[in-house]
């Protein structure tokens, strides 16, 4: 069954500082992974996604992510964070076929200290 | 163009009684879904739906009925609710192979 692993529940940063949050995957087929983030009260948006290609896939808001095959990881990563970074992060990937069905991580959340 | 519009915001029942979420969204989208999100538990996939018509079971659909209306709309039934059922609930839709899912806002569900 495929799954996903986001093995920091929370994790605490300086303004400035770089992040880097993990995410692992149990998937059979060539995966579809994706990393969004969630402000309090807000829905899912997506900062990107990889496919194929370039292993290292550049998002919005200054992330980036690189797929590893031979970790099952896709790592969010961004340089010097910003105090509205602040929020809940989900990994995601797809199965596949038609619908495009999603399995979720349990979600990272990133607080930023001043 | 809206994206992905979900109503109510809010919602109280007493157990057992029933309602509906609605769902609709503007980018014409073959692919809708509908979630819930439980502290520490990600996101819980309800039932989707590949294309007007068609609809399937996700990992938690016991509780739950949907209908795709048409294109635009996805709703979600609750025929008689119970306090485990107390959640946020999210919409979202996506085209067919890119699989990038747009969210709605959500809907803050409390059942007493």
């Known amino acids: 069954a495929q799954s996903v692993t986001q093995p920091d529940i929370h994790i605490t940063v300086s303004e400035g500082a770089s992040l880097e949050l993990r995410c692992n995957y149990s998937?059979?087929?060539?995966?579809?992974l994706f990393w969004y983030v969630q402000s309090p009260g807000q829905g899912l948006q997506l900062l990107l996604k990889?496919?194929?290609?370039?292993?290292l896939v550049q998002g919005i808001k200054g992330f980036e992510a690189e797929f590893k095959r031979s970790q099952s990881s896709f790592n969010l990563r961004k340089p010097s964070v910003h105090w509205s970074d602040a929020a809940e992060y989900f990994c995601?990937?797809?199965?596949?076929?038609?619908?495009?069905?999603?399995?979720f991580g349990d979600g990272t959340t990133l607080t930023v200290k001043p | 163009n809206a994206g992905v519009t979900q109503t109510p915001k809010f919602q109280v029942l007493k157990t057992g009684q029933s309602m509906t979420l609605q769902c609709a969204q503007d980018?014409?989208?073959?692919?809708m879904y509908w979630y819930r999100q439980d502290p520490g538990m990600g996101l819980r996939l309800i039932y989707y739906?590949?294309?007007?018509?068609?609809?399937d079971k996700g990992e938690v659909p016991n509780g739950y009925n949907v209908s795709r209306l048409n294109k635009r709309e996805f709703s979600l039934r609750l025929e008689s609710a119970a306090p485990s059922q107390t959640s946020v609930y999210f919409c979202?839709?996506?085209?067919?192979?890119?699989?990038?899912?747009?969210f709605g806002p959500g809907t803050r569900l409390t059942v007493t």
């Open positions: 998937y059979g087929a060539t995966p579809y």
């Open positions: 979202a839709s996506s085209y067919d192979r890119s699989y990038e899912q747009y």
């Open positions: 980018m014409n989208h073959n692919s």
């Open positions: 990889y496919f194929s290609g370039d292993t």
């Open positions: 739906s590949a294309s007007e018509g068609t609809t």
């Open positions: 995601a990937v797809v199965h596949g076929g038609n619908a495009g069905k999603s399995t």
